[in-house]
């Protein structure tokens, strides 16, 4: 049996199934990548953060921890949303995408979290389709899953 203020490490599903926030059966201490100090490196400079070795799940894991009552909720929140952060780095990785072409990328691919590294493979298959169409190998240029997606909602909305 576990002594009230034991502490151990538990998967994220099970850590959300025990947590009630009125019987305050578990808290959860915060993974040390969301904590103040890391936070803080983080917002500084965030192209050259390794992210995938902080958690190569960082955005998904960290908007998860939200379920949890913890004060820094909202500091986190900034951090892992954070339009400025996201954003630079976003454009950082579809400029590597798109001209880094044939190129190793790897240093830069090993640096971004799952999220990320599905962008930049999205970006790179998007100019390899593009250049196969140009050079004629390839008929057509088809519309990403993405896109065909969000034209059949947007179709299902106007027929409701």
Same mark, same amino acid.
């Given at each position: 049996?576990?002594?009230?203020?034991?502490?151990?490490?538990?998967?994220?599903? /099970?850590?959300?199934?025990?947590?009630? !926030?009125?019987? +305050?059966? =578990?808290?959860?201490?915060?993974?040390?990548? *969301?904590? %103040?100090?890391?936070?803080?490196?983080?917002?500084?400079?965030?192209?050259?953060?390794?992210?995938?070795?902080?958690?190569?799940?960082?955005?998904?894991?960290?908007?998860?921890?939200?379920?949890?009552?913890?004060?820094?909720?909202?500091?986190?929140?900034?951090?892992? /949303?954070?339009?400025?952060?996201?954003? !630079?780095?976003? +454009?950082? =990785?579809?400029?590597?995408?798109?001209?880094? *072409?044939? %190129?190793?990328?790897?240093?830069?691919?090993?640096?971004?979290?799952?999220?990320?590294?599905?962008?930049?493979?999205?970006?790179?298959?998007?100019?390899?389709?593009?250049?196969?169409?140009?050079?004629?190998?390839?008929?057509?240029?088809?519309?990403?899953?993405?896109?065909?997606?969000?034209?059949?909602?947007?179709?299902?909305?106007?027929?409701?």
């Amino acid at each position: 049996s576990f002594m009230q203020g034991s502490k151990l490490e538990v998967p994220l599903w /099970l850590a959300k199934g025990l947590h009630d !926030s009125k019987r +305050r059966i =578990i808290s959860v201490e915060l993974p040390k990548m *969301y904590k %103040e100090a890391w936070r803080t490196v983080f917002s500084a400079d965030a192209n050259v953060v390794d992210l995938h070795k902080m958690g190569p799940y960082y955005y998904g894991f960290g908007s998860q921890l939200l379920n949890f009552d913890n004060p820094e909720n909202p500091e986190i929140a900034r951090t892992i /949303l954070q339009a400025s952060t996201f954003i !630079s780095r976003f +454009r950082r =990785i579809m400029d590597s995408s798109q001209n880094a *072409y044939n %190129e190793d990328t790897s240093a830069l691919v090993a640096r971004l979290d799952e999220l990320e590294r599905a962008l930049f493979r999205a970006g790179q298959k998007g100019l390899n389709d593009f250049q196969c169409w140009e050079k004629g190998q390839a008929s057509q240029i088809t519309a990403s899953s993405l896109v065909q997606n969000y034209g059949k909602r947007k179709f299902t909305d106007m027929d409701g």
